[in-house]
């Protein structure tokens, strides 16, 4: 039998799997992006022809954060051109140009490209870069809505594939969690301002100190583009199973509720008596597309909310949840099971 100190131990090296797992794809993905949407540029001339090029190359470096233009489906395609909001603001502090490229969002999670641009002596090749990040009017969906209840921020440095040691782009993935019951959206039109200050990483040898790349205070106003974020319920009536969870404790437990949107999805469910939930309960679950190719979705944020009635939420009813974070866009009419550990999830 495991002692509580090995199986603490195996949550924290099994959570740590799945975010290296997720920011090496990111990596490897984007490291050609940008140069596929310059030489599409190039095909177009000048006037209208620019500002035609210009969005068709941020479409492109979109389609590279999650797969290549052969790997994505039309209809994923489709979602990412129609949820895209083209930005292309620049900030300049100490010598380090930021340009917010353009920002994808489902209401809950959020990618936004930022390329950076530094002194030419600057070397950011392999460095891990990130920021600290607020923003501002975050709640401001409406005025009548429930706070949101956390959110998290994830930067992903990667290739810009043109050769300089002093450009990099960066990807940072954000997701909001609203609070049950609450109305929150990142996806409403509305103006908001990004912040990102200080450019900082962690030396490679331990014990890892913080270094500085860069101060300042660079602030970006844009809004997400107004789309489509409703979540569409895929279970029509619940199933229960068992899975293992990430302890190695076999549980039973019976889902009421997957709802999704294009980026994430919410589970709703409750364990046997007796049993506690534990971070990322199901692990990594799987959504196999009509044809036959399988997107994985990430667990972010997990607790205590409520159980469903008639297909809403009851507050205070001690129901479960967890919220996931694709790997690449779905379109809802593309899923055909969802596999959440040893259970399946048919949709119809």
């Not at 229960?240 to 549980?251: A, C, L, P």
């Not at 437990?253 to 939930?277: C, H, N, P, W």
Request: net charge negative; with cysteine; charged share 20%.
């Amino acid at each position: 039998m495991k002692s509580p100190e090995e199986m603490a131990r195996n949550v924290f090296l099994a959570r740590d799997a799945q975010e290296a797992r997720r920011r090496k794809r990111l990596r490897r993905l984007g490291t050609t992006f940008t140069a596929v949407g310059v030489v599409f540029c190039l095909m177009v001339t000048a006037g209208f022809g620019y500002a035609f090029a210009a969005g068709l190359g941020i479409i492109r470096d979109f389609l590279g954060i999650f797969g290549s233009q052969t790997q994505l489906t039309p209809s994923q395609q489709a979602y990412v051109e129609e949820h895209l909001a083209e930005v292309g603001e620049s900030v300049t502090q100490n010598g380090f140009t930021l340009t917010l490229k353009g920002a994808l969002t489902d209401g809950t999670a959020a990618y936004m490209l930022v390329d950076i641009v530094g002194p030419e002596d600057a070397d950011m090749e392999g460095v891990a870069l990130g920021s600290v990040m607020d923003f501002d009017k975050l709640n401001l969906a409406d005025p009548k809505s429930t706070p949101i209840r956390s959110s998290k921020a994830t930067f992903i440095p990667i290739s810009d594939g043109d050769g300089l040691q002093n450009t990099l782009s960066l990807v940072i993935q954000y997701n909001v969690f609203q609070s049950p019951g609450g109305k929150f959206t990142l996806a409403d039109g509305r103006d908001r301002i990004l912040y990102l200050e200080n450019l900082v990483y962690n030396e490679k040898e331990y014990p890892y100190p913080e270094r500085t790349m860069a101060e300042g205070v660079w602030a970006f106003e844009f809004s997400f583009a107004k789309v489509d974020d409703r979540e569409r319920e895929l279970l029509t009536s619940p199933i229960s199973g068992s899975y293992t969870q990430i302890s190695g404790k076999q549980v039973n437990a019976t889902i009421f509720s997957v709802r999704m949107k294009g980026l994430s999805a919410t589970l709703y469910y409750s364990l046997e008596d007796g049993r506690v939930q534990e971070a990322g309960d199901f692990g990594i679950l799987q959504f196999v597309l009509k044809d036959g190719s399988v997107i994985e979705a990430y667990p972010e944020k997990a607790g205590q909310t409520s159980s469903m009635e008639h297909g809403n939420p009851v507050p205070g009813s001690g129901c479960l949840f967890c919220t996931y974070v694709f790997e690449a866009p779905i379109p809802y009419e593309d899923v055909s099971q969802v596999l959440a550990g040893n259970m399946v999830v048919d949709v119809i």
